[in-house]
């Protein structure tokens, strides 16, 4: 088995994909004297969020992923984010790679609500990485990568939240059913209303209304 060595250097958004990406900075180590052809990874990424402290703004919309924060000793478990392909090129000794991560915006996925609910500071991250290497002085020997292999990073999250302000400056996603989604169209038209957001804004206000003089 080729001994490897992971280590993530840090993290940025990508202002050019087609879609919010994170790009994760990696550095593989080998032996000095082994010849790597090609890795071909596997690459998980968890949010570990029991390894930073919450405001309590933070932890009231964080209620619906860990509930009350008396229960979150036990609560508080990660969150996958995402797993990905990587192809890292033939190196000797050690490389630099970017592991590009899409980042979803849809709030019904827990690791959008996560980083949504934070102010600010860092989020923690495991990643874990398994697959194949080819290496060797001549020919291949292929062996596999555990999964015990893995690095950790402190992605600030300012760095999140430029990946989703570059396609979606100032929005969020809200997934709806269909039979929803009609009856609110439905309504829009029915009132002539201009915008979504002018929908939603009238309704939230006819609810402020009922509960006002309940």
């Known amino acids: 088995m080729t001994p490897l060595g992971f280590a993530c250097t840090g993290v940025r958004s990508d202002p050019y994909a087609a879609a919010p990406t994170l790009v994760f900075r990696l550095r593989i180590t080998a032996p000095a004297d082994t010849r790597v052809h090609a890795l071909a990874l596997q690459c998980q990424l968890r949010i570990e969020p029991g390894r930073r402290s919450y405001a309590e703004a933070e932890g009231g919309r964080l209620g619906d992923l860990f509930g009350e924060r008396e229960r979150w000793a036990t609560t508080l478990n990660p969150i996958q984010l995402a797993t990905v392909p990587l192809l890292v090129p033939g ?6 790679a970017d592991l590009a991560v899409p980042c979803s915006y849809d709030l019904e996925v827990a690791s959008a609500r996560y980083f949504r609910a934070l102010d600010g500071g860092e989020v923690p991250l495991l990643l874990l990485f398994s697959g194949t290497a080819f290496a060797g002085p001549g020919g291949f020997q292929v062996t596999p990568v555990p999964w015990d292999k893995e690095a950790r990073v402190r992605m600030p999250v300012r760095v999140w939240r430029e990946a989703i302000d570059q396609h979606f ?6 997934r709806l059913p269909d039979d929803v989604m009609d009856d609110l169209l439905a309504y ?15 309704l939230l206000a006819a ?3 009922e509960e006002a003089l309940r």
Request: proline share 7%; hydrophobic share 40%.
């Open 188 to 202: 829009r038209s029915r009132r002539a209303l201009p915008s979504w957001e002018a929908t939603v804004r009238e």
């Open 91 to 96: 190196f000797t000794g050690e490389t630099e």
């Open 169 to 174: 400056p100032g929005c969020a996603w809200l």
């Open 207 to 209: 609810a402020a209304v």
